[in-house]
């Protein structure tokens, strides 16, 4: 409402973008000043901005909100310039051969892409239009797929596609593209093997003979497909049909319709190493441009011969058995491995002149065949023992497998009864006198005897309860003339039990202590016995020895000498 400058208003743009527009200075027109382009910016949020020309000068401003709208203004663009595929003549109607995709930059409807076949040319053998309709094409997707008469089609082996992708805005712009399709090799089928086995047997190669090459099986193979798709060649599988076998093409002669190899052993074949047999394979290859191949499988079983000697595994150690060991006692297992199945063992004991061991021929078991001759130390047999593989079909066996080995055999000394009875003194004196009653014990000797194999014996004074039959000690008297004295046998006291003889002085017993082991020991003492003439006649009944009757020492040393004349050994 002012006048003058003060009234005088001009306008201005403001905001991102406002360079696109151009906007009068007095009046407020609104123009273009650059293309608007919608795929780029839809809308321009903008500021008009009203200021007078006072001093200060004053200004106000309302928005502007400008929308683009979207014109047919983009064609298709496809995603590549051309296409390639290749598809086997016999491909199913329903499987994609190429898949084209076109992008319009406009939208709604000016960006809807629709797709049409516009041309389909022959290129090979010869440039040529086609009118048939190979292949069809989905227009939403750009899937393109054969026809029925495409597998019909053998005159042509690449074609040439039109395909234009058009959108739907008006008027419509468009685009083409071509699509080069190759037909593949028409290899329909793969080779089928005619009349071979899953499996087969064979004898194994003999490792005692030159190896040679050995006929396995043939084989046959025929391909439904014509030229070269129909033509088959062999090979072998890699790895132990390659390593083992060789193949040799035999011609089609009489039966064209089929090709043929045979199958021929390449090194030896041994049983042993291929105990589940050898999986053979074979392959059969047609010749077409995008070959096919089938593969035969042939289990082959090796039958077993017997050309391996069979393997004795006899101990390093030497075999140890009591002296002690009963008849019938099994010393040893022999331990053989055979690698082949056929053939019997048969097992024996080389020069066995000393008839103490026995072997079993058909186990190999060594038993003890008699009693040991006991000794008291170790006695060292050596052993030469045999083992023969034979085939009882076979009359003469001097050609069949054989081994032999060597083990030592010890039958050992293992009588626990190491010590023998020993007396502590081993000599014993006493003075008796000529009238000592019948029955008397001659306690006074002390005769006693230890045993090493029973400690105890050895300090205990009388017998141990607690000992082994090593340690158990029995006495007796080895020479006693006329019966005179009797021992207890297992304390050792002496008992008179006959009378003296006045016409003897003295008496000299030999007194043994002899353990309970099964192969017993003994040890001896000698007892000498003085008699003395008593000085007065003895009374009616039984009389009792003095004290000092007995006595040892010098006393009895000086009755022997007196009495040399009158000593008797008593036996």
């Known amino acids: 409402m002012d006048h003058g400058l003060n009234g005088t208003v001009t306008y201005s743009l ?17 123009t273009l000043q650059q293309q608007l382009d919608y795929e780029n910016i839809t809308s321009y949020n903008l500021a008009v901005i009203a200021k007078d020309g006072g001093q200060p000068p004053l200004n106000s401003s309302i928005p502007l909100f400008i929308n683009v709208t979207d014109v047919n203004d983009n064609e298709p663009i496809f995603e590549r310039l051309d296409y390639n595929a290749s598809v086997p003549r016999n491909v199913r109607t329903d499987v994609v051969v190429v898949n084209v995709s076109a992008t319009d930059r406009d939208t709604g409807k000016n960006g809807a892409v629709w797709y049409n076949i516009t041309g389909l040319f022959a290129l090979t053998p010869a440039d040529k ?6 292949f069809r094409i989905d227009n939403v997707t750009g899937a393109i797929y054969v026809t029925a008469d495409f597998i019909k089609d053998t005159t042509s082996h690449q074609y040439a596609l039109l395909v234009m992708a058009l959108d739907m805005g008006s008027p419509s712009l468009n685009s083409i593209t071509k699509i080069s399709v190759d037909v593949s090799s ?9 009349g071979v086995d899953a499996s087969h047997q064979m004898f194994e190669d003999d490792g005692r003979r030159p190896w040679q090459s050995r006929h396995v099986i043939d084989i046959r193979a025929s391909d ?75 289990h082959i079983t090796l039958k077993d011969l017997n050309d391996n000697p069979p393997e004795l595994h006899l101990p390093e150690d030497d075999v140890i058995i009591s002296q002690s060991s009963d008849v019938g006692t099994l010393v040893l297992q022999v331990n053989v491995t055979d690698p082949d199945q056929e053939g019997q063992l ?62 030592t055999i010890i039958f050992r000394y293992d009588n626990p009864n190491e010590h023998p009875p020993m007396f502590e003194p081993n000599d014993y004196k006493t003075v008796l006198d000529d009238f000592l009653p019948v029955g008397s014990n001659l306690t006074n000797l002390n005769i006693s005897a230890c045993d090493m194999d029973c400690p105890d014996s050895c300090e205990t004074v009388g017998p141990v309860t607690n000992c082994s039959k090593e340690g158990t ?44 082991a099964d192969i017993p020991r003994s040890g001896t003492a000698t007892v000498r016995v003085f008699v003395t003439e008593s000085l007065e006649n003895p009374t009616d009944g039984p009389s009792q020895p003095s004290p000092g009757m007995c006595t040892d020492g010098i006393i009895d040393t000086q009755l022997q000498a007196e009495n040399e004349q009158l000593t008797y050994i008593m036996e």
């Open 14 to 30: 403001w905001g991102e973008g406002w360079q696109t527009f151009k906007i009068e200075e007095y009046t407020g027109t609104i």
């Open 129 to 134: 239009e086609i009118e048939a309709n190979l």
């Open 186 to 194: 028409t290899n329909l089928y793969p080779p089928e093997f005619r």
């Open 224 to 298: 439904n497909d014509t030229d070269s798709e129909g033509e088959v060649e062999f090979s072998l599988a890699e790895g132990i049909s390659e390593d083992l076998f060789s193949l040799s093409v035999s011609p089609t002669v009489g039966d064209q319709d089929f090709f043929r190899a045979e199958i021929w052993t390449k090194s030896q074949l041994d049983r042993e190493k291929h105990p589940e047999g050898i999986i053979l394979q074979v392959l059969a290859i047609d010749q077409g441009v995008t070959p096919k191949t089938s593969t035969a499988t042939v």
């Open 346 to 407: 048969h097992y024996q004991i080389q020069d066995n002149s000393d008839d103490t061991l026995v072997m079993e021929s058909t186990t190999g078991d060594i038993y003890l065949q008699k009693k040991i001759n006991e000794s008291l130390q170790d006695i060292t047999n050596f052993v030469i023992v045999e083992v023969q593989d034979w085939d009882p079909e076979i009359e003469d066996q001097r050609g069949t497998e054989k081994n032999v080995g060597g083990l």
């Open 473 to 516: 000690i029995v006495y007796s008297i080895k020479e006693n003339v006329r019966d005179i004295f009797s021992i207890n046998e297992m304390t050792g006291v002496i008992t008179t039990t006959w009378p003296f003889d006045k016409a003897t002085e003295n008496y000299t017993l030999i007194i043994a202590a002899t353990d309970q």
